[in-house]
């Protein structure tokens, strides 16, 4: 029978609740087969009996928020109490058993300020206990409390010595006064007063184990000696205590200074663990084009998938579970691809050729960290990658060498670009703290070079297909905005794109070039053409088949030539380059991309939004608010040509756009406007593909393996010494990897990632978000006052 991962216990005489699979299980002291005692729809926590045994308090989540909740002990229906839609936790029962205690930051001006209210098991008004900030309670035999102010759970961030670390204060004898318990150094939390003395969890001797003091504040003693995991949510009747470890239950009598582990039993179907499957849009991580247009190469939800835009099966590449691919990219034959692996236990390159039903091939001998983007040559089977060590690496897939092309002292490397003929890579580089500028690598030398000059910071470099300008955008203007509320001015909008003249005798592309004016038979060629959402018919993509026949048809011809006389290579002047930078004559904005396509630019630019109508962070590379606009060079006409837009690329022969809009793709023809149509239907006409065709299965035991591998990883590869701060993190690696086979939901997912990063006892070490049980979620609304009912003259009282 599973073992399961156990949290929240509580116990009264010989019963002990806990929570598992999100769920309240009872079981005895002696362990063995537990029962279950909810099927919540959400996640539950924070249980306690009543101090007669025949009721349980608990946070719930059945209807959305976290509320408090009560039902009998040995199971039954649960009446919702609290109506605040705050965070919560149930401290315990009133001295008098008569009200229900929890901590909760409803009502308060932060979130950080958490108060201790009571409310009756039978439900009515919560009341507010006149104790300030506390989210921790207990009290003594004879009237005396002891609250916990600011406390934290120790495991989550262990080793903390800072200023908000949380305080036990005492009022020994129910006086009203209280003084600050103890003046040790580290976290402490769960005060439990179990007859002359108050128990509690703290970690000032480096791990978290259970101490206890007189209510004095004297004689600190320990009772536990864990050495690897810490003791959690210690919790007491007033005899014993309860906490967990590790995910096992353990029991600890003060009576004997006995501790012993309680095995538990879970016979559960464990349902969380079953496959399921999502919505490919929703999880989509990265798109790419075939070089031709006509097929799109998606990961989503850590998995690789190729369709053909429109037509043709959906094919998926490599494991179906257990691994993560990131930037899947075609090679140039338009038939292999390249994806970011973790199936070695570290990321990799992997090739995968559809036509070889061999084995992925899987560069290990190439090692690179983190990686952030990756870039295919246009000519050879070579990437460009850029990393968390904010390196610029090259590597041959063929060879399966690399080089380190340049290495920046202060930030990480973006925005990588090819030319078109393989031969140069262009990427933003920063040069110093403040300030990125662009720079260039010849790969035939591999020396590197400033293009521009830095005046703040320079990103995205994108070269022109003609081989002509270099594109880039530029944080450059200071053409300041007067705020009408506050004496100030800023910079909401601060950016161009820009041109470098590649070559010295290039004119500048922004002056109109004197030529006749068009006749009536010109203007009117094309328009015969039916539309298609790439324009005519001629210009759509060729399907596979089609494009095999021609490539069939001049392969003769194809052998001949020789790959230079293909694609020439470019000629870039070097001296003065810095000095041949022009802004585009476009009014300055919040753009994000540059591209190019033959004869024209192709930029994404997002509005300027204040956060009251825009709850998403509009830089979120998800925000469907972007508008793609167009240059041409030959009518130097700036005009917006889609809106609603995530993100775009380009195809590599420049014919065809795609482009994200939230969890959408659509393709069309580059560098025109959508066809008018209102249909939204995925299809060739409208250019709208169809993620529905793409399956995306989780099995989510092997997908938790992956991601809690990749968590250990992402702090090995970004903590900021390379000893991590002294502690042994592969062991601890080794020491919480298993729990991974106990935990049965994603919300014990995250308790694991939180206990594991606060190993390395460091601040914003977070973990949030995640695909969470979720049950309805009913939105709670307020009065917008504050009420009390006064039962003396039957009226609300508002205040």
């Known amino acids: 029978m599973p073992q399961g991962y156990i949290r929240f ?11 598992s699979e999100d769920d309240l299980w009872l079981i005895t002291d002696n362990g063995g087969r537990a029962e279950r005692l909810t099927a919540a729809v959400d996640e539950i926590s924070y249980p306690r009996f009543s101090p007669d045994g025949q009721l349980l308090a608990f946070v719930g989540q059945e209807e959305g928020p976290s509320e408090i909740y009560v039902m009998p002990a040995l199971g039954g229906p649960a009446q919702r109490l609290t109506y605040q839609a705050a965070d919560c936790r149930v401290l315990g029962w009133s001295p008098a058993s008569d009200e229900i205690l929890y901590a909760s930051n409803a009502s ?43 406390i934290r759970e120790p495991a989550r961030w262990k080793r903390y010595r800072g200023g908000t670390a949380g305080h036990l204060w005492c009022d020994a004898k129910g006086s009203g006064t209280f003084q600050r318990l103890l003046q040790i150094n580290g ?42 995991f810490y003791a959690r949510n210690l919790a007491s009747d007033g005899q014993r205590m309860v906490y967990h470890a590790g995910a096992d239950l353990y029991l600890f009598d003060p009576a004997n200074e006995s501790v012993r582990r309680i095995d538990v039993e879970l016979p559960s179907l464990r349902t969380q663990l079953s496959r399921k499957f999502v919505s490919a849009g929703s999880y989509l991580d990265s798109y790419a084009l075939h070089p031709n247009g ?16 429109w037509e043709g099966p959906v094919i998926q590449h490599g494991e179906p579970d257990g691994v993560r691919y990131r930037m899947l ?32 091939k899987t560069l290990t001998e190439i090692e690179f960290g983190r990686a952030f983007t990756m870039v295919v040559s246009p000519i050879d089977d070579v990437v460009a990658i850029t990393n968390h060590r904010n390196e610029l690496i090259v590597v041959n897939l063929e060879s399966a060498k690399s080089i380190v092309a340049d290495r920046s002292d202060y930030e990480r490397i973006s925005g990588a670009a090819w030319s078109p003929d393989g031969n140069w890579l262009a990427y933003s580089f920063y040069n110093s703290n403040q300030t990125a500028v662009i720079k260039l690598c010849n790969l035939e030398t591999g020396e590197t070079h400033f293009a521009t000059e830095p005046v703040l910071r320079d990103t995205s470099p994108f070269f022109d297909p003609e081989g002509k300008y270099l594109y880039f955008l530029g944080r450059r203007i200071f053409n300041p905005v007067q705020d009408n509320l506050h004496f100030d001015l800023s910079f909401p909008r601060g950016i161009k794109p820009y041109a470098i003249m590649l070559r010295k005798d290039l004119p500048s592309p922004f002056i109109p070039v004197p030529k006749a004016p068009l006749t009536k038979e010109k203007e009117k060629e094309g328009n015969g053409s039916k539309k298609h959402a790439y324009g005519s018919e001629e210009d759509i993509p060729k399907k596979p088949e089609d494009e095999a026949e021609e490539t069939t048809k001049k392969e003769h011809s194809a052998q001949e030539e020789d790959s230079e006389d293909r694609k020439p290579s470019l000629v870039i002047d070097l001296e003065g380059i810095t000095s041949r930078v022009l802004p585009f004559p476009v009014p300055e904005g919040r753009f994000r991309s540059v591209l190019g396509i033959k004869g024209k630019a192709l930029f994404l630019l997002f509005p300027i939004e204040g956060l009251i109508h825009s709850p998403t962070d509009s830089r979120d590379s998800h925000d469907p608010k972007g508008t793609v606009y167009s240059y041409d060079f030959e009518t130097h006409k700036y005009e917006a040509l889609l809106d609603g837009v995530s993100s775009f690329d380009v195809s590599r022969d420049g014919k065809t756009l795609i482009y994200s809009a939230q969890h959408r793709l659509r393709a069309l023809k580059a560098g025109e406007k959508a066809p008018k149509s209102d249909s939204n239907e995925p299809g060739r006409e409208s250019g709208w593909l169809s993620l529905n065709r793409v399956k995306v299965s989780v099995q989510p035991t092997a997908e938790w393996r992956q991601m809690f591998a990749e968590a250990w990883r992402l702090q090995r590869e970004h903590f900021w010494v390379e000893n991590m701060a002294g502690v042994d993190w592969q062991t601890i690696y080794d020491q919480y990897a298993p729990l991974v086979e106990r935990v049965s939901s994603r919300a014990e997912l995250s308790d694991l990632f939180w206990e594991l990063q606060g190993e390395l006892g460091t601040s914003h070490a977070y973990e949030i978000g995640g695909d969470h049980r979720q049950g309805p979620h009913y939105r709670q609304g307020f009065l917008g006052v504050d009420w009390l009912y006064d039962s003396e003259f039957e009226r609300y009282r508002i205040g």
């Not at 216990?9 to 609740?17: E, G, S």
């Open 9 to 19: 216990p509580h116990i009264h005489q010989n019963r002990i609740v806990f929570v």
């Open 108 to 150: 308060q001006y932060t979130g950080q300020f958490h108060v201790i209210y009571a409310i009756s098991p039978k439900g009515g008004q919560p009341r507010q206990l006149p104790l300030g900030m506390a989210n921790a309670i207990s009290y003594g035999s004879e009237g005396g409390v002891v609250l916990g102010r600011n």
């Open 294 to 309: 006509y097929a799109t190469a998606i990961t989503t939800r850590g998995k690789a998938f190729t369709m053909g835009n």
């Open 187 to 228: 976290n402490i939390a769960a005060p439990c007063w179990v007859g002359e003395r108050i128990y509690f969890l703290s970690d000032h001797e480096g791990i978290g184990n259970i101490y206890s003091c007189t209510p004095e504040g004297k004689d600190v003693r320990s009772h536990t000696d864990l050495q690897d």
């Open 329 to 360: 990219e075609w090679l140039n034959d338009g038939k292999r691809l390249v994806a970011i692996s973790d199936g070695i236990g570290r990321e990799a390159l992997v090739v995968f050729d559809p036509k070889d039903a061999s084995e992925p």
